[in-house]
């Protein structure tokens, strides 16, 4: 709901202001796993929670830092939080519509 929304939109800002902060963007990350876990079990209420909430944004921007940084298994762990949100079944991009 709101709430989640809320949660979401704000890390989605810290992820902006901690630009080159290693330490900053590993704790981020533990948070983002948390989210990827819970689209994983959610699947589409979750995900679409995620895509309101500025998560695809935010995991390509830490992707970015990380990259910027050469951190190698940061950049590889984005990455594949990035992956398993938006290649899941249940994501609307990948959908294959029924021909009613």
Same mark, same amino acid.
């Given at each position: 709901?709101?709430?989640?929304?809320?949660?979401? =939109?704000?890390? =989605?800002?810290?992820?902006?202001?901690?630009?080159?902060? %290693?330490?900053?963007?590993?704790?981020?990350?533990?948070?983002?796993?948390?989210?990827?876990? %819970?689209?994983?079990?959610?699947?589409?209420?979750? *995900?679409?929670?995620?895509?309101?909430?500025?998560?695809?944004?935010?995991?390509?921007?830490?992707?970015?830092?990380?990259?910027?940084?050469?951190? %190698?298994?940061?950049?590889?762990?984005?990455?594949?939080?990035?992956? *398993? *949100?938006?290649? +899941?079944?249940? +994501?609307?991009?990948?959908?294959?519509?029924?021909?009613?």
């Amino acid at each position: 709901g709101a709430e989640e929304r809320d949660l979401l =939109s704000a890390a =989605s800002e810290l992820v902006g202001r901690v630009a080159g902060d %290693a330490t900053s963007a590993h704790h981020l990350g533990r948070f983002y796993t948390a989210v990827t876990r %819970a689209c994983e079990i959610g699947g589409y209420t979750e *995900i679409m929670a995620a895509e309101r909430g500025g998560v695809k944004t935010a995991l390509e921007k830490l992707l970015r830092d990380a990259d910027e940084r050469d951190d %190698a298994p940061a950049k590889k762990a984005f990455g594949e939080l990035h992956r *398993i *949100i938006y290649r +899941h079944p249940d +994501h609307p991009d990948n959908q294959v519509p029924n021909g009613d």
